[in-house]
């Protein structure tokens, strides 16, 4: 759901508000429940390759956020433990989330394989994917992981940034980043966009198992 609604705003602000937050949001469920209804390998394939154009994505927008990113200087007291045990309860959560998918595509693995190999490269996966997406969510919001539209660092340095999450939310933060990159920029936006696809479908097809 969160992941559908932040596709959505993306695809809102893409279209300057013609195409309504709602219909962004049911577009991306439809989409992420076709590509799931064909099955494990077609999943399974779709994921070995989206990833890399996510990560080129990614560093599209860490770099054109990299000069208005503000490190926040750290408060003490308990207002300041509260929002740090949060977000901190926030990460955890959105890990913890992936047990129990991990076993629907851990099962078609060879029996033969060391269980070491299994646990080691399950975590490295999930460690570095999620270590990267919250690194920018620190720095800026992105639409692969709701949780950094949390962390406003780089808006408290950009008020044009800060106006258009105002109005926006995290797809109107995105435009604002990608807006010097003109039509490319949009271009990115639709991949952005859809990339909660390659999210989504692992869930809608595990919850077919059931």
């Not at 080129?56 to 929002?83: D, Q, R």
């Not at 851990?106 to 490295?124: A, D, E, G």
Request: charged letters at 10%; aromatic letters at 14%; one cysteine or more.
């Amino acid at each position: 759901m969160v992941n559908s609604i932040v596709g959505g705003q993306v695809i809102e602000t893409l279209s300057n508000g013609k195409c309504p937050l709602v219909v962004g949001v049911i577009l991306i469920a439809i989409i992420s429940l076709i590509v799931a209804l064909f099955g494990y390998k077609v999943v399974h394939y779709f994921e070995r390759f989206s990833w890399i154009v996510m990560i080129i994505l990614f560093s599209i927008v860490a770099g054109l956020g990299a000069k208005h990113f503000y490190n926040a200087p750290m408060v003490s007291g308990s207002a300041e433990s509260s929002s740090v045990l949060s977000f901190g309860g926030a990460v955890f959560g959105f890990a913890v989330g992936w047990i129990s998918l991990t076993p629907d595509y851990n099962v078609n693995m060879s029996v033969t394989i060391p269980r070491w190999k299994v646990f080691f490269w399950t975590y490295l996966g999930l460690f570095l994917s999620l270590i990267l997406t919250e690194w920018l969510g620190i720095c800026i919001p992105c639409p692969i992981d709701a949780i950094g539209a949390a962390c406003m660092a780089a808006t408290i340095k950009n008020p044009d940034w800060a106006d258009a999450y105002t109005h926006g939310s995290v797809g109107g933060l995105l435009g604002a980043v990608l807006s010097p990159l003109r039509g490319f920029g949009k271009f990115c936006l639709v991949l952005l966009a859809f990339s909660i696809v390659s999210k989504n479908i692992l869930n809608n097809y595990s919850v077919g198992l059931f």
